[in-house]
């Protein structure tokens, strides 16, 4: 069946760090790749979302890009803020999978100032 | 951008007691609609989809008869924790993917969730 595997936490990175969180999945077909934010108190929110091979998914300074070679959706961000201290969670759906979203174990991320 | 919203966002109940969340899509239809629960540290778990007009669908090792879903209209689903106990303390959330959309691909948008407490 459909997985995803991302980087285990915790992340602790120093303000303006670069950023890299892996995540690689298990799907047949086609499926879609979605990065979400889970900030503290708060609900699930799309961060950035790849529909098809070789799209680049960017938002808020992160970028992913979705590599079909590698079955792979690795998170990057260039120079990291305070801010971005939550938890991300790699997904993906599929037309076979009636649109239900698999979610990676999560990976806890937290900046230094 | 699309709205999901539940409700209440905390709850705090005797063990044996019955519990009802509610999922709203607050600016756009939803036949379908996922719950979720998420135990601390964790990763989201699915746990069933909720379809408008027609009975909901479980995950397996899911217990239908203990969480009752019900998909009253194309902006609501609730689910109900009957006789609930302290393992059913989690933190449950909703997702909806707007009606009409491209199955499989699009966006589908969360609730904040609910934190439900078992005494």
């Known amino acids: 069946g459909n997985s995803v595997t991302q980087m285990e936490g915790p992340v602790t990175l120093s303000e303006e760090a670069f950023l890299t969180i892996n995540c690689t999945y298990t799907?047949?077909?086609?499926?879609?790749l979605f990065w979400y934010v889970q900030y503290p108190g708060e609900g699930l929110q799309l961060l950035l979302k790849?529909?098809?091979?070789?799209d680049k998914g960017s938002n808020k300074g992160f970028e992913a890009t979705y590599r079909k070679e590698t079955t792979s959706f690795h998170l990057e961000k260039g120079s990291v803020q305070v801010s971005d201290s939550a938890v991300y969670f790699c997904?993906?759906?599929?037309?076979?999978?009636?649109?239900?979203?698999?979610f990676g174990s999560g990976t806890r991320l937290s900046i230094r100032p | 951008g699309a709205v999901v919203s539940q409700h209440p966002s905390w709850v705090i109940c005797k063990s044996g007691t019955s519990v009802k969340i509610e999922c709203r899509s607050l600016?756009?239809?939803?036949?379908?609609m996922f719950w979720y629960r998420q135990f601390p540290k964790q990763s989201l778990m699915l746990m069933a989809t909720?379809?408008?007009?027609?009975?909901?669908?479980?995950e397996q090792g899911v217990e239908k008869d203990k969480f009752l879903i019900n998909h009253a209209s194309l902006t609501l689903s609730t689910l109900t924790v009957t006789s609930a106990h302290p393992e059913d303390s989690s933190f449950y959330i909703c997702?909806?993917?707007?009606?009409?959309?491209?199955?499989?691909?699009?966006?589908?948008?969360f609730g904040p969730g609910t934190r439900l407490t078992v005494l």
């Open positions: 997702s909806a993917p707007p009606s009409g959309g491209e199955r499989g691909t699009d966006t589908q948008y």
């Open positions: 790849a529909t098809k091979a070789d």
């Open positions: 909720s379809n408008e007009g027609s009975k909901a669908t479980y």
């Open positions: 600016d756009f239809q939803a036949t379908t």
């Open positions: 799907a047949t077909g086609y499926p879609s």
């Open positions: 997904a993906l759906t599929s037309y076979s999978s009636a649109s239900k979203i698999i």
